[in-house]
């Protein structure tokens, strides 16, 4: 199901709000399209995707919803080196999960230094939502190959600006991701935003 910024808002407030309620805070981060959502990227996103710094987050978080855990969860996922948790939350899914994959690199979206270094605190009501920088979104989308995401990320980044530096490193060669992109799409994406 596909959410508009209104319901991705109202979920992610009263989501965090409950965690803020708690005496441990688990560490998360906002990734995935909701995250470029709710900065005002005009994209829908068909689900709220959190990462958690560890498997004690997920855990915890667990434990705080476990009225609208589904089944199974929490589990760990072999192929994807994520301990995952999927939740129907307010009707919608909504899922955490840690990637375990080692990396020194700070500019990729979801492992790595990058989720916890590079990203903004947006406010929603009285409650901060931690969201991953937009530039290692764009770059989860190249690794993707998802045409139509990246052009509405890059015009975004091009009409508000961006850290020219991260996004420099990310698609250079010294980047951990670097094998994986579309070099086709990388030259496009560095073209248009004057890289």
């Known amino acids: 199901m596909a959410l ?12 965090f709000s409950q965690l803020d309620d708690c005496k441990h805070k688990p560490e998360l981060r906002l990734i995935g399209t909701a995250a470029a959502q709710i900065q005002d990227v005009p994209i829908i996103p068909a689900d709220i995707d959190l990462l958690a710094r560890t498997r004690e987050d997920v855990d915890f978080v667990c434990d ?16 994807s080196m994520q301990y995952y948790a999927a939740f129907t939350y307010q009707g919608e899914k ?7 994959a080692e990396s020194e690199s700070d500019t990729l979206e ?3 230094s990058g989720p916890w270094r590079h990203y903004s605190m947006i ?3 009285s409650v901060g939502i931690p969201v991953v920088a937009l530039e290692l979104r764009l770059v989860s989308e190249i690794i993707r ?11 975004h980044l091009r009409e ?7 996004l420099e490193r990310a698609l ?5 991701s670097y094998e994986r992109l579309d070099k086709r799409i990388l030259e496009e994406v560095k073209q248009s935003l004057g890289i």
């Open 4 to 15: 508009s910024k209104e319901n991705t808002e109202a979920m992610l407030q009263d989501f």
């Open 64 to 79: 705080q919803f476990r009225e609208n855990l589904e089944p199974g969860c929490p589990q760990f996922i072999q192929g």
């Open 94 to 100: 909504l899922e955490v999960s840690t990637v375990e």
């Open 110 to 112: 979801t492992y790595g």
């Open 123 to 125: 406010r929603i009501g």
């Open 145 to 155: 190959r998802r045409e139509d995401r990246i052009d509405i990320l890059v015009n």
């Open 160 to 166: 508000n600006g961006f850290d020219r530096d991260l």
């Open 172 to 176: 250079s060669t010294q980047g951990d």
